[in-house]
């Protein structure tokens, strides 16, 4: 059974602090990874994807991948009270995503 | 607009029912995703289906059935089979691309 693992929080930060979520897996062979973004009660959002090693940058966000020690995290950078949620890591295996339990965020202001 | 329908948002199921949700879609995706959303859990895999005509089951298949006769409808029926059934049901789709699944609103099943 391949997994997906994320620490299920809550992560409290201040408002304007980086917050970090991590996610590590345990297929060697993955190859793709993704970063969804859950209000409680709505569906996911995909926020970003990244599937080579090093650092990817869409805005406020950064998703980094260490495919050698097969973990893949997520940077928040000025964390905003809207960015309270359940962050799912998810990696892609075959045709389908095999997600985490999601990392509970909480930004006060 | 482009996207993913399901209905209906809130589902109520007595003891022992079947009941169908559906999921409807017009993006033009070839693959189809459900997935089951407990309370502090992730999403897990029910079924999904890369054509028309075709379908594999996930990790939690048991007590659930599903058919693709239209690349657009994915639906998913719950059996009485299926001994704990409330939970948050969302369903999927993708072109097969990296640009991950995009989701649709949900359907919340409590049995009643």
């Known amino acids: 059974q391949k997994e997906v693992e994320q620490n299920s929080g809550p992560l409290s930060v201040p408002e304007g602090a980086i917050a970090s979520l991590n996610c590590t897996y345990s297929?060697?062979?993955?190859?793709?990874f993704f970063w969804y973004r859950q209000y409680s009660g709505k569906s996911p959002e995909l926020i970003m994807f990244?599937?080579?090693?090093g650092d990817k940058e869409d805005g406020r966000f950064t998703a980094q991948l260490n495919k050698a020690s097969q973990y893949v995290s997520l940077l928040i950078r000025d964390s905003q009270p809207s960015d309270s949620a359940t962050y799912l890591c998810?990696?892609?295996?075959?045709?389908?995503?095999?997600f985490g339990k999601g990392t509970t965020l909480s930004v006060s202001s | 607009d482009g996207g993913i329908t399901q209905s209906p948002k809130y589902l109520f199921r007595k003891e022992g029912q079947n009941v169908t949700l559906s999921c409807e879609q017009n993006?033009?995706?070839?693959?189809m995703y459900w997935y089951r959303q407990d309370p502090g859990q992730g999403l897990r895999l029910i079924y999904y289906?890369?054509?028309?005509?075709?379908?594999q089951k996930g990790d939690i298949a048991e007590g659930y059935s599903v058919s693709r006769e239209k690349k657009e409808s994915f639906p998913l029926t719950v059996t009485s089979a299926q001994k704990n059934p409330t939970a948050f049901y969302l369903c999927?789709?993708?072109?097969?691309?990296?640009?991950?699944?995009?989701f649709g609103s949900g359907t919340r099943l409590t049995v009643v």
């Open positions: 999927a789709s993708t072109d097969g691309s990296n640009y991950g699944y995009t």
């Open positions: 297929d060697r062979g993955s190859q793709s």
């Open positions: 990244i599937y080579s090693n």
């Open positions: 998810a990696v892609k295996e075959g045709t389908a995503l095999i």
């Open positions: 993006l033009n995706h070839d693959a």
């Open positions: 289906s890369q054509i028309v005509n075709d379908f």
